[in-house]
């Protein structure tokens, strides 16, 4: 095990020399900073053919040789345990300055198994190190906030009514909550590219690796250009004079320069983004409980009257249970991304510190983002609102027409005149945030993909900048669909929406669930080798969260499917509607089983093994090693120097 130490280090952009940490990976040491020169100071020249000649180089390939020395692995062979039951792999550790890098291409893998070497590739991603703990802390609160908070709550009001919707949206926060708590555990241990997507590969199956990965990409990949049309199409409230797609070319080209500034441009963008969500919501949620309380001048006290009869109820009166289950999808929409934060892990400074302080937050958007402006909606709008299910025009039909959103009906029964165009400021602020957001979380999977063979190789093709930047290419193709918006007709856009998003409707479940699943395998994998988490992790769960989670997630997939076979008021069985909330299930088994047979004709494993055996589950190579003797000293010193704070500060750092 190697400590953690100061190297000097050159910042390559500021041109001064500065000082990096160094976290230590079992197999390996690398450094968390990042580099794309020699080490040797220089003075930067701002000449402009100096700098056109630094921007169009930083596109090149990632210089593997700036990055220090590691540690090459060898193992001896392999010896069976007393009881015979399996093998033990017996390493050395021996220094080696000639090493290549584990993701430089001509890295001899050899005498490393399959899941060391995906364990290893993937912890010691040469992706850009710039995200700060406040960038971590402000995507994991804003993140989420998006067109299903903003937009998607009309659906869901109409179909369930206040109190449905309340309970619907409560219980998938619980999932959520608990499965960010689990995520948590995983990401602080092992801060590699990929994240959850690469969980599943080291401690469940490669192919369900392979299934689940894909099935979070595509989620991602199709959410960009749907929110550029969401975003051009909010811009009509103002004008119908300019076509959408002029709006589309716009926002398109805004979300492609902020990702072509690599980690460092989306954490401060996406961090202006949030603290203008949170906000936002905040703000709408004061005036609601004004309005709900009959404070603004000429308006009714408004009370619960919108929670019964006449105007309104609890529930939908149409077959209220199976309302509620048919909104598990949007619900479950509009809690995807707060998974984010795990995945810039491996491009934190401080991944323990930032995790941690990430994790902390997810309870109280939750409860604030979400839940209050649930409740204020409910009480502010009734569900047989007219309004909530939108015109027949495209915006209507694709679902991201902002006049549906009960935020801004709300504020238009209240009469504010300048308010509901500050509210479609924001949802175009929040829709362009959900696009970076987007552009992020597909372009880092797919980057995992390439490095762990489970897609081209190119996708893990790092620039000099620490910019996944084929990966990101392919998500700019993607987004190009946004110029769908283009197609004449208010249906034709609509239906190849439809059958997109169709691919990902509940995609968060399955990744949730694969998260969970990973969290049980990494605890057995410390059990029978009679290791106690708790005594080598920074941060533990619970794994009675996990198994909250597995059952819950198990319970609303099998009812959201009863309501997407039969949906509510029809009486008979919609295949068509079925397969637009459900087709991504059989994409993902069919995404498994090819994976399979790929693995058992090219790699010889056999059809039957479905699941690595918890002997077989590497729990070492990748991990970020931590001194243990040394971590308690901190832990003491931080709480010595915490008794000296006054006492607001000691209640801040409970809950914050």
């Known amino acids: 095990m190697v400590s953690k130490g100061q190297m000097p280090s050159l910042d ?107 364990a ?10 710039h995200l700060k703990t406040r960038h971590l802390t402000l995507i994991s609160l804003g993140a989420a906030i998006g067109t299903g908070l903003f937009v998607g709550s009309a659906s869901s009001l109409s179909h369930a009514g206040p109190l449905g919707m309340l309970i619907v949206w409560m219980f998938i926060g619980s999932i959520t909550f608990t499965t960010m708590s689990s995520l948590s555990e995983l990401a602080t241990a092992f801060p590699v590219s990929g994240a959850f997507v690469t969980f599943t590969t080291l401690f469940v199956d490669s192919s369900c690796g392979f299934a689940i990965a894909w099935n ?35 926002f398109y080209v805004l979300i492609v320069i902020i990702n072509l500034f690599g980690v460092k441009g989306y954490g401060e963008a996406e961090s202006l983004f949030s603290i203008i969500k949170i906000i936002a919501v905040i703000g709408f949620n004061i005036l609601a409980i004004i309005l709900v309380s009959g404070g603004v001048p000429n308006q009714p006290y408004i009370g619960g009257k919108y929670w019964h009869g006449p105007r309104g109820g609890l529930f939908n009166h149409v077959e209220p249970f199976k309302q509620c289950c048919y909104i598990i999808a949007n619900a479950s929409f509009a809690f995807a991304g707060t998974e984010i934060f795990a995945l810039a892990a491996v491009e934190s400074r401080q991944p323990k510190k930032s995790i941690n302080s990430a994790r902390l937050q997810i309870f109280y958007r939750i409860l604030v983002f979400y839940i209050l402006s649930i409740v204020m909606i409910g009480l502010l709008v009734p569900y ?73 190789p190119i996708l893990n093709y790092i620039d000099r900048k620490g910019r996944p930047l084929v990966a990101l290419g392919v998500q700019f193709v993607f987004g190009l669909l946004g110029f ?44 029978v080798r009679a290791r106690v988490p708790r005594d080598e992790l920074v941060y533990t769960s619970s794994i009675w969260v996990s198994w909250y989670a597995i059952i819950a997630i198990i319970a609303v997939l099998g009812l959201q ?55 077989e589950i590497d729990v070492d190579t990748g991990r970020r090693d931590i001194d243990l003797e040394v971590l308690k000293q901190e832990i003491a010193e931080e709480r010595l120097n915490l008794q000296a704070k006054p006492t607001y500060y000691k209640v801040y750092k409970v809950f914050c």
Request: glycine residues 6%; neutral net charge; hydrophobic residues 40%.
């Open 216 to 250: 979070y990409a595509l989620q991602w990949l199709v959410t960009m250009p749907l929110e550029l049309v969401a975003a051009s199409m909010t811009i009509q409230y103002w004008t119908d004079s300019v076509h959408p797609a002029v709006f589309v070319a716009i």
């Open 12 to 118: 390559i952009e500021s041109g001064r020399a500065s000082s990096f940490e160094t976290g230590s990976i079992s197999g390996t040491s690398v450094a968390s900073g990042q580099s794309s020169g020699s080490y040797s100071v220089y003075s930067r020249s701002y000449h402009p053919r100096d700098l056109f000649h630094e921007f169009v180089d930083s596109f090149k390939p990632f210089d593997y040789s700036t990055l220090p020395p590691i540690y090459n692995v060898h193992t001896v062979p392999t010896t069976r345990s007393d009881d015979g039951e399996y093998l033990i792999n017996h390493q050395t550790i021996t220094s080696d300055k000639q090493q290549l890098h584990p993701n430089h291409p001509q890295f001899d893998y050899s005498h490393l198994t399959e899941l060391e070497r995906a």
């Open 561 to 615: 499917f009863w309501a997407a076979l039969f949906p509510p008021g029809e009486g008979k069985a919609d295949l068509d509607n079925f397969f637009k909330i459900y087709l991504g299930f059989p994409v993902l088994v069919a995404s498994w089983a090819l994976h399979k047979v790929y693995a058992f004709i090219f790699k010889g494993v056999p059809l039957t093994k479905l699941w690595l055996s918890s002997h």
């Open 120 to 129: 290893l590739v993937t912890a010691t991603s040469p992706l850009s190190k």
């Open 484 to 527: 769908l918006v283009a197609i004449p007709g208010p249906t034709a856009t609509t239906q190849i929406f439809d059958w997109l998003l169709s691919l990902s409707g509940l995609s968060v479940l399955f990744t949730y669930l694969a998260i969970n699943v990973c969290h049980l395998r990494f605890h057995r994998a410390l059990s």
């Open 384 to 456: 047989t609102d007219e309004r909530l299910l939108g015109s027949n025009t495209k915006a209507g039909n694709i679902g991201v027409d902002i006049n549906t959103s009960p935020f801004v009906i709300a504020i238009k029964n209240a009469e504010i005149n300048a308010l509901p165009s500050i509210m479609n400021v924001v949802i175009i602020i929040t829709v362009v945030s959900v696009g970076n957001a987007s552009v992020y979380g597909s372009s880092r999977t797919l980057c995992a993909l390439g490095a762990l063979r489970q897609g081209p």
